[in-house]
């Protein structure tokens, strides 16, 4: 089941015949014998083997970071992939030399993935400034130096890249001058040229073998499944976009949820939208982690599972006979058991436009607050006339087999007025559908409080006035 | 001068054992651990995983040339499982293959019948069925008994900790590669490479001089790698040995998790009574340390719970038990601390249950009972050079504790759903091996013909900075550029019967004992100077910046120069010299003695936010006045700083170990074990050096730094208890760490 793949590895193009499911990370360490990347957790939970990927969008290149550990190298094709050995330089890297300067490096085996995270954001954002430059770096885990001496640097180098930074020059003209790339960085675009015509790929998508977009999840779950099965690899080859009709808003299957978090049509109707993603997943595994796979993962507490039930989404669902559109509230049927036959793919994630009269909040609590797994998540959309309620959707994971869509506290709350004691009566009726169970992520007591203390937080960011602090406790 | 070290990692240039480019006939080795907490092995067949691809040789215990059994302190831990299984990740077998994934299939295909045994998890239960680790040890000073007729309140509680994961970044791993005869090179990712060559020795029936282990660098330990790397380096040892290639074994995450012993669960009972002023008379303790399934060094680290069990504090008459519980967990060890954090917890638990129930301030009382010069430690020790209060008033008089609090209760005064609260948190950590004998190093010096230097010693780095520090002491000592010095691999070849770099002494030892081999080359280069320079009196000679110096004069005599020369006069410009710490002593028959040369202080001040309708909270201030001495590396010891205090708060709050009833790890991954990441740092961090501490027992006057900061970690737990004392008023709470989101809510709400 060997696949032809082609890509630039730093300067090179290597060109490989390899079982698609094979990690990125065991491609660069075992067969290239690049060993600067790091192999730590191998499931994409600290960074030690971010690597940054190059693709080309509209004549540029986009640079993101991803983690190689549960990156499968199908999906790297006519991709730049950029490794600490690709960014060394004959003198330190202003980032390196900003990490010597605050002896921010200790035992040294987190190191190259923040070296990497840095350049990667420095690749990538249009301004820096220290508080997105930490957000780049959020899913390193550091065990040594409890990240002090990191910030510092981070702070310092900053202040330095900004400092020289000319504006007359061109982005990379600048990475280049400042040393933060090397030189070989201006030959990428035409090298990806060059190879791009060499591997196009031909997808099918419905004919039953299982659809990897990012494979966040999957490749912690089960890598070895996967190496020893068909599978299609789409995230090199089917790019995804949010696009708008004048009621609706139409999500591409493959949208990463970094892409959904950078929308500008999604954060014009939801403006907390940045802070809520800011709790979910870290900045590479949002890179790579599809809102459909998300969705058919069907993990109880998926947290853009769990965004979009709070809005009542739907998704369109195909196979090569038809097309049929359903409730997201209503896909899910049992633990991880879906209304989708074997043959049938979601092409879309639609939903509604929110009149003026929305209100829309998600929260997620979970043992530590950011790169956890909720313990508990929801979200919760009302639309309110003459204060009345006129439409609610309510979602919950973590308290039932499924990500949890409240349908009769949703309908119950229809028509009520927000007032002060509309909360109990919510808080009460919540407990009626819940179904939770004690697992590593809390007690179920625990999980049935946080749904009553997650609903006082909602009513209270979405209507302080009247869910006035007194109120709440 | 930086880490030069650093320079390698930020160019993912240094090398680990997994980085390591082998000969094309390496094996690699798959462990394969018991899949039951406490089971009968009944029977290990391995025909079917021998005949898999791949597969080189399947070892069991049969196949062990020598003893099967690698027990440090306590001889009970067996490399390979025989007739029972005492906990879940106990080795059972190996396979070697070509592949590391060839290696891992097969091992799925040994096939073990086991019989299943009941299975204990809880330290107090293990007690209650007799099932010890050792007899119980006392600690005692004072008359307890008859102190509690003259305390004015007398409080009694129970106190628990939790376990902690080392998680450091490179898992365990060794190198195994057969040498003539039956000699081996094992290079291993161990804190303590004589106690891997012992091991090896004793497993495979082979003298130790026919073993070399090597240790260029280690990624992170943290005690994780003081005695649980041996098992690893010995069975890739036991594999190299019977097949005569190469044997790699690296650890992959999921099974380094499952396999490898974590910092030991405490529970304990204290009682505490106190005079009306705050005045601590008496304490009397229990610990249960809950061990796992075999010693390792669980001993030693409930011998110093025993030795901190008042941590900063003078309590005249104390009464201090510590009992070893057998379970069927994976057997703990040591971790940054070594038991000293446990102890720290219950004594400051007693303080603030005391505070609660009196009324006297929690403050007050730590303050006024900080102990004093001349003052006795409970195990016989006068204080001397105590900082205890210096650092305490030091950290008043810079961070001004009375306007921070009442900052916290105007914030608190404000704002109804976020809740701030307040703790200080004294520490004072003693410094040696608390086995006396283990105070004790070696070091080589050699000075090449072109000026370089070669220096060898027993210290590993593991990112402490232990290699700077000594690199600072001899090109301080020399004059010389530190360019010029080489930290040479730790290798048991090079220096013999080391102890392990542990205790926070690895800078302490080893830096004095580079110290005496430059002291006696030097004193050989002063007198070829003297001649070469013509002067009668050697003691005129000085070296400063690569030149030698006649009474305070440069001289054309460059280092380089004089080493050439003293070369050419037949001058040994090598030395090998052995330090052992003065002073120390200690009398396990009586648990009295002076067994730390010195000790470390500090006080930390600490401010944190909590979200009281979710139970998530956030570090807004952490302050520490720290002791340490005279810096050998301010950047380096500020970074043991801020890395042990962040390990600390882990461990307070969100860094929980579960199992199941049947001893299955239920935290077993990152995604289920989770450690601070860099939004969990205090939004405002201030670390200041105590001026003019003085210590004789430090290279140039400096203290030891890696493990003291991680208590201050212990003031987290306080102030979050005393932002929910804001919100509830009549909280009344366990003490129990660590005190995660969970526990918050449900004692604010249930």
Same mark, same amino acid.
């Given at each position: 089941m060997e696949a032809q793949i082609k890509f630039v590895l730093n300067d090179e193009i290597v060109e490989c015949f390899e079982n698609p499911a094979l990690t990125l990370l065991d491609f660069i360490r075992k067969h290239k014998k690049l060993t600067g990347t790091k192999e730590v957790c191998r499931e994409g939970d600290c960074g030690a083997c971010a690597v940054i990927k190059g693709e080309i969008n509209e004549n540029k290149i986009i640079y993101k970071l991803i983690n190689s550990c549960i990156y499968p190298i199908g999906n790297v094709n006519a991709k730049h992939i950029v490794t600490i050995e690709g960014l060394n330089q004959s003198e330190f890297t202003p980032i390196q030399q900003a990490f010597i300067d605050e002896a921010a490096s200790q035992c040294g085996f987190c190191t190259p993935g923040f070296i990497t995270a840095l350049t990667c954001y420095l690749l990538s954002e249009e301004q820096y400034n220290y508080n997105t430059a930490v957000d780049a770096i959020a899913g390193n885990i550091c065990r040594c130096t409890g990240y002090m001496s990191i910030r510092r640097s981070v702070n310092n180098l900053i202040d330095s890249v900004n400092a020289n930074w000319s504006h007359k020059l061109s982005r990379i003209d600048n990475l280049v001058g400042l040393k933060i790339v090397p030189e070989y960085f201006r030959g990428i675009q035409n090298k990806l040229m060059e190879i791009s015509t060499d591997v196009v790929k031909t997808i099918r998508l419905n004919e039953g073998k299982r659809i990897i977009c990012g494979g966040t999840d999957l490749f912690v779950q089960h890598p070895d499944? %996967?190496?020893?099965? #068909?599978?299609?690899?789409?995230?090199?080859?089917?790019?995804?976009?949010?696009?708008?009709?004048?009621?609706?808003?139409?999500?591409?299957?493959?949208?990463?949820? #970094?892409?959904?978090?950078?929308?500008?049509?999604?954060?014009?109707?939801?403006?907390?939208?940045?802070?809520?993603?800011? %709790?979910?997943?870290?900045?590479?595994?949002?890179?790579?982690?599809?809102?459909?796979?998300?969705?058919?993962?069907?993990?109880?507490?998926?947290?853009?599972?769990?965004?979009? %039930?709070?809005?009542?989404?739907?998704?369109i669902l195909v196979n090569n006979k038809r097309q049929r559109e359903i409730n997201l509230k209503d896909f899910y049927k049992g633990y991880k058991s879906l209304d989708k036959s074997d043959d049938e793919y979601i092409s879309k994630i639609i939903i509604n436009k929110p009149s003026e009269n929305f209100y829309f909040n998600f929260e997620k609590v979970s043992k530590r607050q950011h790169l956890d797994i909720a313990t508990v998540n929801s979200a919760m959309s009302m639309t309110i006339e003459d204060e009345i309620v006129k439409e609610a959707h309510l979602s919950f994971g973590g308290v039932a087999p499924v990500p949890l869509y409240m349908a009769k506290l949703s309908k119950d709350i229809l028509g009520r007025k927000i007032e002060p004691g509309l909360l109990q009566y919510v808080v009460d009726d919540s407990q009626n559908e819940l179904a939770p169970i004690s697992d590593i992520r809390g007690s179920k007591e625990y999980k049935s409080l946080l749904v009553k203390q997650i609903i006082k937080k909602h009513f209270n960011v979405l209507f302080p006035e009247v869910f006035t602090a007194e109120v709440i406790t | 001068m930086n880490n030069p070290d650093v320079n390698k990692h930020v160019r993912g240039e240094s090398i680990f054992i997994d980085d390591i480019s082998l000969p094309a006939e390496t094996l690699h080795c798959a462990v394969l651990d018991s899949a039951f907490a406490h089971a009968g092995l009944v029977s290990i067949n391995t025909n079917r995983a021998e005949k898999m691809n791949g597969v080189i040789a399947v070892l069991t215990s049969k196949d062990i040339p020598g003893e099967n059994q690698i027990g440090g302190i306590i001889q009970d831990e067996t490399l390979l499982a025989v007739d029972e299984v005492k906990y879940i990740g106990e080795p059972l077998a190996i396979v070697l293959a070509d592949s590391i994934t060839n290696a891992r299939k097969a091992a799925a295909y040994i096939d073990v019948e086991y019989k299943k045994l009941p299975v204990i998890t809880d330290a107090r239960e293990a007690c209650k069925n007799g099932s010890l680790i050792q007899q119980p040890t006392i600690f005692e000073s004072g008359d307890i008994d008859k102190a509690w007729g003259e305390c004015d309140f007398v409080y009694e509680g129970r106190v628990e900790t939790g376990g902690q994961e080392h998680l450091y970044l490179e898992t365990q791993c060794a190198v195994a590669y057969p040498k003539e005869e039956d000699k081996l090179l094992v290079l291993s990712s161990t804190q303590h490479p004589t106690a891997v060559q012992?091991?090896?020795?004793?497993?495979?029936?082979?003298?130790?001089?026919?073993?070399?282990?090597?240790?260029?660098?280690?990624?992170?330990?943290?005690?994780?790698? #003081?005695?649980?790397?041996?098992?690893?380096? *010995?069975?890739?040892?036991?594999?190299?040995?019977?097949?005569? !290639?190469?044997?790699?074994?690296?650890?992959?995450?999921?099974?380094?998790?499952?396999?490898?012993?974590?910092?030991?669960?405490?529970?304990?009972?204290? !009682?505490?009574? %106190?005079?009306?002023?705050?005045?601590?008379?008496?304490? /009397?303790?229990?610990?249960?340390?809950?061990?796992?399934? @075999?010693?390792?060094?669980?001993?030693? *680290? +409930?011998?110093?719970?025993?030795?901190?069990?008042?941590?900063?504090?003078?309590?005249?008459?104390?009464?201090?038990?510590?009992?070893?519980?057998?379970?069927?967990?994976?057997?703990?060890? $040591?971790?940054?601390?070594?038991?000293?954090?446990?102890?720290?917890?219950?004594?400051?638990?007693?303080?603030?249950?005391?505070?609660?129930?009196?009324?006297?301030?929690?403050?007050?009382?730590?303050?006024?009972?900080?102990?004093?010069?001349?003052?006795?430690?409970?195990?016989?020790?006068? @204080? /001397?050079?105590?900082?205890?209060?210096? @650092?305490?008033?030091? $950290?008043?008089? +810079?961070?001004?504790?009375?306007?921070?609090?009442?900052?916290?209760?105007?914030?608190?005064?404000?704002?109804?759903?976020?809740?701030?609260?307040?703790?200080?948190?004294?520490?004072?950590?003693?410094?040696?091996?608390?086995?006396?004998?283990?105070?004790?190093?070696?070091? +080589?010096?050699?000075?090449?013909?072109?000026?370089?230097?070669?220096?060898?010693t027993a210290a590993v780095e593991m990112g402490q900075g232990v290699n700077t520090k000594i690199k600072t002491i001899v090109a301080e000592k020399f004059s010389v550029s530190s360019d010029r010095i080489k930290i040479e691999s730790t290798n048991t070849t090079r220096i013999a019967n080391s102890s392990a770099t542990a205790a926070s002494s690895g800078a302490d030892l080893n830096g004095n004992a580079v110290l005496l081999s430059c002291s006696n080359i030097l004193e050989r280069l002063k007198k070829s100077a003297a001649e070469e320079l013509v002067t009668e009196d050697k003691s005129e000679i000085e070296f400063a910046d690569e030149f030698v110096f006649v009474n305070g004069k440069k001289t054309e005599l460059t280092w380089t120069k004089l080493v050439q020369k003293s070369y050419m006069k037949r001058i040994n410009l090598s030395s090998h010299s052995f330090y052992a710490t003065p002073e120390i002593y200690f009398d396990r028959t009586i648990n009295k003695g002076r067994p730390f040369a010195y000790h470390v202080y500090g006080t930390a001040l600490i401010v944190v936010e909590l979200d009281c309708i979710l139970g998530r909270y956030k570090l807004d201030t952490v302050k520490i006045v720290h002791d340490f001495g005279k810096s050998l590396h301010p950047k380096v010891d500020i970074g043991q700083v801020e890395g042990g205090l962040l390990q600390g708060i882990g461990w307070m709050t969100m860094e929980e170990i579960i199992y199941s009833q049947e001893g299955r790890l239920l935290s077993n991954s990152l995604s289920t074990?989770?450690?601070?990441?860099?939004?969990?740092?205090?939004?405002?961090?201030?670390? &200041?050096?105590?001026?003019?501490?003085?210590?004789?027992?430090?290279?140039? &006057?400096?203290?030891?730094?890696?493990?003291?900061?991680?208590?201050?970690?212990?003031?987290?737990?306080? $102030?979050?208890?005393?932002?929910?004392?804001?919100?509830? !008023?009549?909280?009344?709470?366990?003490?129990?760490?660590?005190?995660?989101?969970?526990?918050?809510?449900?004692?604010?709400?249930?």
């Open positions: 499944d %996967l190496t020893d099965s #068909e599978n299609e690899y789409v995230s090199d080859s089917i790019a995804s976009e949010i696009t708008e009709t004048e009621t609706e808003i139409h999500i591409g299957a493959n949208v990463s949820f #970094e892409q959904f978090n950078r929308s500008d049509i999604i954060g014009l109707y939801f403006p907390g939208l940045h802070e809520y993603m800011h %709790l979910i997943a870290s900045l590479p595994i949002r890179n790579a982690a599809s809102i459909a796979g998300n969705i058919v993962n069907a993990s109880p507490i998926g947290d853009l599972s769990i965004f979009l %039930l709070g809005i009542n989404a739907k998704l | 012992r091991a090896i020795s004793r497993v495979l029936g082979i003298p130790m001089s026919n073993i070399e282990v090597d240790v260029l660098r280690l990624g992170g330990a943290f005690g994780g790698k #003081e005695d649980q790397a041996t098992h690893w380096a *010995v069975l890739s040892a036991l594999g190299a040995h019977i097949t005569r !290639k190469p044997v790699k074994l690296v650890l992959p995450r999921y099974q380094d998790i499952r396999v490898t012993g974590k910092r030991h669960p405490y529970s304990s009972d204290y !009682k505490i009574g %106190l005079k009306k002023n705050g005045k601590i008379i008496a304490f /009397e303790v229990i610990y249960y340390q809950n061990a796992g399934a @075999c010693a390792d060094l669980s001993p030693a *680290v +409930l011998e110093r719970t025993l030795f901190h069990v008042t941590n900063s504090y003078f309590i005249p008459n104390v009464r201090a038990t510590g009992i070893s519980c057998k379970t069927n967990l994976v057997p703990n060890t $040591a971790f940054r601390g070594f038991g000293g954090p446990q102890a720290m917890f219950v004594v400051e638990s007693a303080l603030h249950d005391a505070a609660e129930k009196s009324g006297i301030s929690y403050q007050t009382i730590q303050k006024s009972n900080l102990i004093k010069d001349g003052e006795l430690f409970h195990y016989g020790q006068t @204080c /001397e050079n105590s900082n205890a209060l210096k @650092c305490w008033e030091e $950290a008043e008089r +810079l961070y001004d504790f009375i306007q921070i609090k009442k900052n916290v209760d105007e914030f608190n005064q404000k704002n109804k759903l976020v809740k701030k609260g307040f703790s200080i948190m004294p520490v004072c950590f003693g410094i040696s091996f608390t086995s006396s004998f283990l105070n004790q190093a070696s070091a +080589l010096v050699h000075i090449y013909t072109d000026g370089s230097i070669g220096v060898s074990y989770k450690v601070p990441d860099i939004y969990f740092t205090p939004q405002n961090i201030e670390v &200041n050096f105590l001026e003019e501490s003085i210590n004789k027992f430090g290279p140039f &006057n400096s203290k030891a730094i890696g493990e003291p900061p991680l208590m201050y970690g212990i003031g987290v737990y306080f $102030a979050i208890r005393n932002a929910m004392k804001a919100y509830k !008023k009549n909280l009344v709470m366990d003490y129990s760490a660590p005190l995660t989101p969970e526990k918050v809510l449900m004692n604010l709400f249930m």
